[in-house]
């Protein structure tokens, strides 16, 4: 009888997690091993980022929650995109959250924009 109720005490937390999920694009970045200048509302640093299978880079001028970004390291990451509602009228309208690391190295990236 308690291994009914473990089981089913799993059942429902991974059915639970799965509806937090609900409504998220994931997506895996690798961010380059350095900031470079950009200009969104005003100037500021900007990650630069590329898909995984891709070759070329862009600027990623938002935020992500979680991620700590430490220079000269080059990151693959797994993010989690959700369409906000209602954005402030400065603000990206998409949030962007660190699922997890999964590799952290220590080089300099390469092919990356002038």
């Not at 937390?13 to 694009?25: A, I, Q, T, W, Y």
């Not at 997506?27 to 969104?40: F, N, P, Q, R």
């Not at 070329?56 to 509602?85: M, N, P, Q, R, V």
Request: charged share 25%; aromatic share 10%.
């Amino acid at each position: 009888m308690k291994l009914k109720t473990i089981m089913l005490a799993i059942f429902i937390l991974m059915v639970s997690c799965e509806k937090n999920d609900f409504g998220l694009n994931n997506k895996t970045l690798v961010i380059a091993s350095e900031k470079v200048d950009c200009v969104g509302i005003s100037p500021q640093k900007c990650f630069l980022v590329r898909e995984v299978d891709k070759q070329d880079w862009h600027f990623f001028y938002d935020s992500i929650i979680g991620f700590t970004y430490e220079a000269g390291f080059e990151y693959e990451i797994l993010i989690s995109e959700k369409e906000l509602e209602n954005p402030p009228a400065d603000a990206s309208s998409i949030e962007y959250k660190l699922i997890r690391i999964i590799s952290k190295i220590e080089k300099t990236s390469e092919n990356l924009p002038n």
